[in-house]
């Protein structure tokens, strides 16, 4: 049933909800691999889910100031790199983390509609981003995207000290909009993070699935895609 409250403000996750990490994380890899002999034969899907494991194994402890952001980017690629080149120095690892990273900024996109859809809901609603991440680094994605004049709040795990699903950071948007929880949705791609923190806070989630996972919840809204936008904005108000 559509919701009693009409929906003054959309929340939503950045990394592969509106900025596709996935694919920038998979190109990035592809073009660093090509340069370097010991990895031009492994497949990028297999480097992509290896730094990806690493990823999520060691944000958190960054996020929580257990780990810096460059030991972190050290220790990721030194044992991604470990497979095909054992014994690889530390200095070799900084090198192809540097050189990843130049592509990695290159080739960055929006997943396919997040700046339409932005730019169709601005008028008419509050908008606010809240992501596991550092805030400069979440501010400059923005702008490159061309969002940055598109949101009114961004939160990050990095400002507020804690990570999705935390209550918290749920709590510190809302504050900052002015925005009621049964007035709010959360869009977003992580289910415990963007869905589970979101229903915490009495925040109504909309799980953007363009995975095809199974859905734990079968009250949850589910969008596959954010295209097309007129339909993704009825899916998000409710009305359907």
């Given at each position: 049933m559509p919701p009693t409250t009409p929906v003054t403000t959309i929340l939503f996750d950045l990394d592969d909800t509106l900025f596709d990490h996935m694919a920038t994380a998979r190109a990035a890899l592809a073009a660093t691999a090509a340069t370097r002999p010991s990895l031009q034969a492994v497949p990028v899907e297999a480097l992509y889910q290896r730094y990806s494991e690493l990823l999520e194994a060691l944000h958190p402890l960054v996020m929580t100031g257990r780990l810096s952001y460059l030991a972190a980017r050290e220790q990721r690629f030194q044992q991604l790199l470990a497979p095909y080149e054992p014994g690889v120095s530390v200095a070799e690892s900084l090198r192809v983390a540097e050189q990843h990273y130049g592509h990695y900024q290159r080739l960055r996109r929006p997943v396919a509609g997040a700046l339409a859809l932005l730019q169709r809901l601005r008028p008419t609603h509050k908008i606010g981003?809240?992501?596991?991440?550092?805030?400069?680094?979440?501010?400059?994605?923005l702008r490159f995207l061309g969002m940055d004049t598109l949101v009114d709040a961004l939160v990050t795990s990095e400002g507020v000290g804690v990570l999705k699903p935390d209550p918290v950071i749920y709590q510190v948007a809302l504050q900052r909009l002015g925005a009621q929880p049964d007035a709010t949705v959360m869009v977003g791609d992580n289910w415990q993070a963007d869905v589970v923190g979101a229903l915490a806070v009495g925040i109504r989630p909309v799980w953007l699935n363009r995975t095809g996972a199974a859905r734990l919840l079968p009250h949850v809204a589910e969008l596959r895609s954010l295209e097309p936008v007129e339909e993704v904005c009825r899916q998000l108000s409710g009305s359907q």
């Amino acid at each position: 049933m559509p919701p009693t409250t009409p929906v003054t403000t959309i929340l939503f996750d950045l990394d592969d909800t509106l900025f596709d990490h996935m694919a920038t994380a998979r190109a990035a890899l592809a073009a660093t691999a090509a340069t370097r002999p010991s990895l031009q034969a492994v497949p990028v899907e297999a480097l992509y889910q290896r730094y990806s494991e690493l990823l999520e194994a060691l944000h958190p402890l960054v996020m929580t100031g257990r780990l810096s952001y460059l030991a972190a980017r050290e220790q990721r690629f030194q044992q991604l790199l470990a497979p095909y080149e054992p014994g690889v120095s530390v200095a070799e690892s900084l090198r192809v983390a540097e050189q990843h990273y130049g592509h990695y900024q290159r080739l960055r996109r929006p997943v396919a509609g997040a700046l339409a859809l932005l730019q169709r809901l601005r008028p008419t609603h509050k908008i606010g981003i809240v992501t596991n991440n550092r805030t400069e680094e979440q501010r400059e994605k923005l702008r490159f995207l061309g969002m940055d004049t598109l949101v009114d709040a961004l939160v990050t795990s990095e400002g507020v000290g804690v990570l999705k699903p935390d209550p918290v950071i749920y709590q510190v948007a809302l504050q900052r909009l002015g925005a009621q929880p049964d007035a709010t949705v959360m869009v977003g791609d992580n289910w415990q993070a963007d869905v589970v923190g979101a229903l915490a806070v009495g925040i109504r989630p909309v799980w953007l699935n363009r995975t095809g996972a199974a859905r734990l919840l079968p009250h949850v809204a589910e969008l596959r895609s954010l295209e097309p936008v007129e339909e993704v904005c009825r899916q998000l108000s409710g009305s359907q």
